[in-house]
Structure formats: C-alpha cells, structure tokens
C-alpha cells in the first residue's frame, strides 16, 4: 500500500496538468448527472422551470457569443492585458463582472424579499396580532418563488458566460486566458448550471412536502389554530361589534 501511495503521488507530481484535467473531467460529468436526475425529476410538474432555466442559459451563451466576437473585431478591450480600451470596453467588463457577480445578486433579492416578507410576519407577531387585528401575511409564497427563480437565473446566467468566454479563450484570442483558466472556466461553469438545477429541484421537493395539509387533529394543527383565533379575535365580522 505504501509503494502505491508513493507511485501514485509521483505521478501526480511528475504529470500536475493530467490530473487535474481529469479531476475537472470528472467534475463536469457528475455535474452533468446532476443535471439530468433533476432534470427527469421536475420535467412532469414543473416543466416551466426547465424551460425558464434553458431560455436563460441559451439567451446569455447567444449575448455573450455576440458580444465576444464584437469585443474582438471592434478592439474595445486590449487582448494581450485584458484591459479596456474605451468606454465601450469598460462597459463590457462591468457587464462581465455583474454577470458573475453570484454573492451580490444574492443578496439584493434577497433584500428585496426580505423587506416583502418579514415586515408582515413582525406585523404580525409584534404589533396586529397582540392587539387581535391580524390578517395573514400575503404573497409569501410568489416572493419565495421569486427569490429561488432569481438565485437559479443568477447561476444560469454565470454559467452561460464562463462558458462562453472560457470556449473563447481557448481559441486563443483572450491573450491572459491559458489552457489552465480556460478549463477551470468551463468546469466552473457546468457546476453553476448543476446548482442551479439543484437549487430548483429542492425547492420544489420542499415545498411538495410542506404544502401537505396538517392532518386535522395533530397538535400542530391545534396550535394553528388557536394562534390564528388569538390574533384575530377583534376583527370585524359584523354590525355586533359596533356596539
């Protein structure tokens, strides 16, 4: 066993670029197996999804295709440092670094269905419900629905453009890019797609087993209930309350 070791990590030394090829390789098809389990698994009741998800990632290969061959011909952004010529060229990058940037977009709708969904549920707890004028919060479900369909494009959209300039690179007209950055863009960017199929697979498996109604006489259920009547106990329900 120990000969072994030492063969295999001496090879590993001696051929860095093999091994790490492979590793990529081997990346890619797991990803690519991701890809078609939850694919398969949410093509019967959530087909529009895939179809979203495919408009996305053909949309942005299509832009990006165009706006690589443009950048190209036009000279907008230097091929030997990668640097912006014009303001075209920086405005290029900017788009770039957007496209790319996962963490921001994260975060913003994340923000934004954050300001749309906790407010009613503080509401709700700390102020009307105490008081019993409570209504349910609304639109809960379609901002979630939101915020996973926006985190999923995110990742559709990144993986589009990696795949695009990586397959750019390659054919030498990014000067900067090596075989190296080129490879680590692709694999990069199937593993973006798998996540964002991944992402919507579980969602979707989530929500199917939290949108089964609660079986009428579990504790749960009760407990509902009695908050529901609590916080909405001096609602108006007819001319009686008047009085």
Known sequence: MHELSTALHAFAHQHPSLLDHALKLLLCIASGIVIWRCGRALA??????????????????????????????????????????????????????????????????????????LPQWLNYIAFSGPLGCASAPIMVGPAIDFLVVTTAKSL???SGVLLVVSGYGLTGHLGPW??????????????????????????????????????????????????????????????????
């Open 44 to 117: 019967p009741r959530h087909g529009n999804d895939i179809r979203l998800l495919g408009f996305f990632f053909w949309f942005t290969v299509l832009l990006a295709f165009f706006i690589a061959c443009w950048t190209d011909r036009s000279g907008a952004i230097d091929q030997a440092t990668g640097a912006a010529h014009n303001d075209t060229g920086k405005v290029i990058l900017w788009l770039l670094g957007f496209a790319l940037d996962l963490n921001g977009s994260l975060l913003f709708f994340g923000a934004v269905v954050a300001l749309a969904v």
């Open 156 to 158: 559709v959209v990144a």
């Open 178 to 243: 090596t075989t190296k950055a080129s490879t680590d863009g692709a694999s990069s960017g199937v593993v973006a797609l798998a996540l964002a199929f991944m992402v919507v697979y579980m969602y979707r498996d989530t929500h199917a087993e939290l949108a089964r109604p609660l079986p009428s006489g579990s504790g749960l259920a009760r407990a509902r209930a009695r908050l529901q009547r609590w916080a909405t106990r001096r609602n108006f329900v007819g001319p009686q309350h008047l009085r």
